[in-house]
């Protein structure tokens, strides 16, 4: 089997739908359109098909069956409006979704290719669980053995995995980047598997107004970052850029990310507890998964980069108000006590 990877993940994500429909209409959300987008580029080689009249199905190039076509069109129209994460958001997602998703679910699983064949396959694909996948800090990865070397080769072999056209002037990887990592090994989590490999990675810098302003208009590279723009965290306020959070595809989606975030939100509540805060927040979305990330946890397109790229744009208060961080009330009552003493 040619794409084992994308038969996988439909499948994997179509089996958990009903739960995430019923629980959390965000993750739904995310789901369905990966469900989608994975569909398009394994079977059509599309994109998209916001213009696509006709899809001819990769495998033999005739035409998929009209039901397929339409469905697809269906669900993507609806999945292109939704981007801000409230219920009132999500009814078409739940009440129009569904009987058009089963429709282009079935047809690639039972159809383009034959689930029953593969049974063997798809669980020796995810043999990595849940349970499998541990979050690590640079002490952790330190007992393990790993320097600051290992920890940058790694990363860097994540990134060009799962950022496509990735250039080296997108890539820290270099001297002067070893230093902010020294310097700053708080600020990253690692996402390993049952054999200590990298699969996963968030990192972020607190930097000088001068240089975060540079990140928001697009005009800041990676390959740029040094300790000269990054002040020590003390207790107060700071911006923060997003280096990178991804994780290797070959991982179920949804727990690999929440294991990731959790982390992420995890740790920014740890600062918090020291007096250190973050209010903005800049990154740059390299790719369209990268883009969709962004959009999921409430970041908003604020300019594109002079290279490659969106710039997104948002706050820590909002990003803690999102459906993800609802069970994180200790940071979400240290911002909101925060706010009151600044004001």
Not at 1 to 7: K, T
Not at 45 to 58: E, L, Q, R
Not at 117 to 143: F, G, H, R, V
Request: with cysteine; proline share 2%; hydrophobic share 35%.
């Amino acid at each position: 089997m040619n794409n084992l990877n994308y038969f996988a993940k439909v499948s994997n994500h179509y089996k958990k739908l009903p739960t995430y429909f019923e629980t959390d209409l965000q993750i739904a959300y995310i789901l369905c359109k990966d469900i989608i987008n994975v569909i398009c580029k394994d079977a059509f080689k599309i994109s998209t098909i916001d213009n696509a009249d006709i899809i001819k199905i990769n495998s033999d190039k005739k035409l998929a069956p009209i039901d397929v076509i339409l469905s697809i069109k269906k669900l993507s129209n609806i999945l292109k409006d939704i981007f801000v994460y409230s219920d009132d958001d999500y009814i078409n997602l739940k009440d129009s979704c569904r009987d058009s998703l089963e429709i282009v679910v079935s047809w690639y699983l039972y159809k383009y290719y034959n689930v029953d064949d593969y049974k063997i396959e798809i669980e020796k694909y995810y043999k990595d669980n849940d349970n499998d996948l541990k979050i690590a800090d640079m002490n952790d990865l330190i007992k393990l053995g790993w320097d600051v070397n290992r920890y940058l080769s790694e990363g860097a072999t994540l990134n060009y995995e799962t950022i496509e056209d990735l250039t080296p002037e997108h890539d820290a990887v270099n001297d002067e980047y070893l230093k902010v990592i020294s310097e700053n090994p708080e600020n990253r989590r690692v996402l390993l598997n049952r054999d200590n490999k990298m699969v996963g990675l968030w990192s972020f810098l607190q930097l000088y107004d001068e240089w975060f302003q540079k990140a928001k208009e697009g005009k800041l590279f990676d390959s740029e970052l040094n300790t000269k723009m990054i002040p020590p965290l003390i207790a107060g306020t700071y911006n923060l850029y997003f280096v990178i959070i991804a994780h290797n595809v070959k991982y179920d989606k949804i727990n690999a990310f929440r294991k990731l975030f959790f982390s992420l939100i995890k740790s920014i509540e740890s600062f918090a507890l020291e007096g250190i805060f973050f209010n903005e927040i800049c990154t740059l979305a390299y790719s369209e998964s990268g883009k969709a990330l962004c959009k999921s946890i409430g970041l908003k397109y604020h300019t594109d980069h002079i290279d490659h790229g969106e710039i997104y744009c948002g706050n820590m208060k909002e990003l803690l108000e999102k459906p993800l961080c609802k069970d994180f009330n200790l940071v979400k009552s240290l911002y909101k006590q925060n706010t009151k003493t600044s004001e």
